[in-house]
């Protein structure tokens, strides 16, 4: 009996780390804040034969949001610009691939993000495979690649996925922007 105690103690263990790794496998391979918006945004875009759209910012008035998509591939970009009025009147017209030269090369550096989104598909924690491309984010002067190699990064898993879940959500929130834009602000 002593034996088969022993057996359903190791098991009862064994299950519960199990199903303690059932409970965080969900949690990592959640889909990114980022990804409904991502698709909708591509969709309404080739619905509307597009390849750039901007935006202003929601919550931000001198910021300006603008998007590239190519096939298979999402760049967006948002940043303060020094004459917002300029961009607006870019904007009323419609004028969105200006918009995005403007903010990649005019726009304030210290208030510049760029997301390279390389499958249009929401940013991703890390490739799928490793022969699969990475998303990447640059921030100002700092560039980090969500290819899931923070330690090449020099950076701590914690802090990488600090990062991570904080750039999803900011282009999360730049996404949505533009599918507004598109949709008539509504």
């Not at 597009?50 to 008035?61: E, T």
Request: proline residues 5%; glycine residues 4%; contains cysteine.
């Amino acid at each position: 009996m002593h034996t088969s105690s022993r057996v359903l103690r190791h098991s009862l263990v064994a299950l519960c780390l199990v199903s303690g790794l059932a409970w965080t496998v969900p949690a990592a391979a959640q889909e990114p804040a980022s990804a409904a918006a991502a698709t909708e945004l591509v969709a309404l875009m080739q619905a509307r034969k597009l390849d750039a759209v901007a935006a202003r910012h929601p919550s931000q008035p001198t910021t300006f949001i603008a998007a590239l998509h190519f096939p298979g591939q999402l760049l967006v970009v948002w940043a303060d610009y020094p004459v917002p009025v300029l961009l607006q009147e870019k904007l009323h017209n419609a004028d969105y691939r200006a918009i995005y030269i403007d903010l990649n090369s005019a726009a304030d550096p210290a208030t510049k993000t760029l997301v390279t989104d390389m499958s249009a598909d929401g940013l991703r924690p890390r490739r799928s495979g490793n022969d699969e491309p990475f998303d990447m984010q640059d921030m100002g002067t700092r560039s980090i690649r969500f290819d899931g190699r923070w330690r090449d990064q020099k950076m701590s898993e914690k802090d990488y996925m600090a990062i991570y879940q904080e750039s999803d959500r900011a282009y999360a929130e730049a996404l949505a922007a533009l599918v507004a834009e598109l949709k008539g602000g509504d």
